[in-house]
């Protein structure tokens, strides 16, 4: 009951809402002044913050990489993105209650949680407020709880050189006050979770200043990035962690994601799923049912894949890799790629049968596996709606690995002793060939990762620099696919034109039978329209050209399911696209609150 008192008074819904403390509470009510008492109450009342602000679902993002049947409203554009009344990501109620922490944690007699509890409250306030500076930009913020009568709620937007410098505020203290422990905590934050977010948020806004160009008083681009780097560097000098490994090149990278555990090696945070407590999510689902969306990467992120002994794949097959069919393409690839997709010979964890890509569950053809686990897991029903039970990355030692990399890499320091701990250390877990400074000072950058039609004409240097950070983002691309940042990482490289960059799948070169499994006999069929349906054994897909399976030249070419709507899609906006608009809502509410550059609400304050 205690609890449920609490929790009412505090979960308001937004920071402009009419709700406040009131000055006298009934005596027959628990007040604040009651509760924060102990370790329990604190550890009850900011326990919501896991759940509330750590991204449970980051596998079914939308984005130049990954699509669906239905694109999402950032991939169509234009008028598909709308101002919203409210919502739209400006809810500030999860930042009142960490500030209400904060405010009572010292009515706690247990000082040793407090130090903790205060510590955990502003790893949180750090969290909350990255993700409204990637959203929105320039914030209004706010360290103290408020209610409906404060002037302060109706304050103008502070700048987001004023936010990050308290951002880092923040996250300092957590990490250096002692309340962290430096120990393994998989599903608590610790000292290390607090770096880790540190070089994340510090990483994005090095790079979005500059390739954005902003210049701000206070730091510049190169603060950030040096910060970014430090905070990663900690964690590979002093941190328990290293990348999972049992030395099996050929399956380490799938098992780390569908394993029903976290593991505490690589994964410095995890949010737990169980089938004995009923935590679930759909990623397992999410690329085996039609009924989820039927999502498949785009032929542009396979590309990007090196070959087996480093070399680009567009470079090795100069000509023939644009009508390399499926079963060609996939040869003799960086071992990720037959980790992260269904390839000839893929069997499921557990499983002895060898399946093909489904073609009626993946919209092109390049069917996911990443998060799918083994078919016994779950009870044996993992294969429903929202049944996965392995544990969802926040934070993993690979991405530390990458963000310090990149850091460097934009700050054109990077050397052979850093990417010997960084990319060379992954690229070791699945048997790839390292990566040196000779290679990238020699080599001009590979043309399809610098490319307008494909890859980030924007970056520019020396030779080696523009290869070090083309091969970075390669390198982050490839590893942290469905994990959440290719969105944010576009945004921060000023490279939203990837999204207008060709969605498609794989290629056909006619009609015919197929062997996309790699077995003896043909497991799909394409047919011309209006020809008499071929007849097929069990097991075997028979699709007619041009309803059930659509390609971009008719009777031959790359899988093109948003063919009839490619039209209807609008251009990345560069002048609005990288920032979301504040709900019109609130700024009726707030007159001080100003509109994001290309949005229009209607509201000339």
Sequence with gaps: MKRLIILAATLIAGLSACDSLLDKEPLDRVTQFDYFKTRSDLELFSNPFYDNLLDKTPYDEQNDLLVQMTLSDVLYGGDKRTVPNTGGGWSWGNLRRINTLLEYVDQCEDKKAVTEYTALAKFFRAAFYFDKVKRFGDVPWYEVQLGSADEALYKPRDSRELIMTNMIKDIDEAINSGGLTEDISTYRVNKWAALALKARFCLFEGTYRKYHGINLEGHDYTYYLEEAAKAAKTIIDEGPYKLYSTKNPDKDYMMLFAQENASTEEYILAIRNSYEAQVYHNATAYTLLPTQGRPGYTRKFINMYLMKDGKAFTDKFKTEWQTMPFTEEVKDRDPRLAQSIRTPGYKRIGAKRVQGPDLGVTITGYQPIKFVQDTTASGGQIDRNDRSTCDMPVFRYAEVLLNYAEAKAELGSLSDDDLNITINEIRSRVGMPALTMKYLHDKQPDWYLSS????????????????????????????????????????????????????????????????????????????????????????????????DIILSEGNKGYVYYHKTVENLRTPFNEERDYLYPIPSGERSLNPNLTQNPGWSDGLDF
Excluded at 489 to 510: H, N, T, V
Excluded at 521 to 544: N, R, W
Aim: glycine residues 12%; hydrophobic residues 30%; negative net charge.
């Design 452 to 547: 307008e039609e494909y890859g980030y004409p924007n970056v520019t240097g020396s030779n080696e620099i523009v290869n070090a950070i083309l091969e970075i983002r390669r390198e982050r691309t490839v590893e942290l696919i469905q994990e959440g940042f290719r969105l944010q990482d576009l945004y921060r490289w000023k490279a939203g034109y990837c999204i207008d960059q060709a969605i498609s799948g794989m290629y056909f070169p006619g009609p015919g039978e197929y062997k996309l499994a790699g077995k003896e006999t043909a497991d799909l069929i394409l047919y011309k329209a209006g020809e008499t349906k071929p007849q097929a054994g069990e097991g075997v897909s028979v699709y007619e050209l041009g309803s």
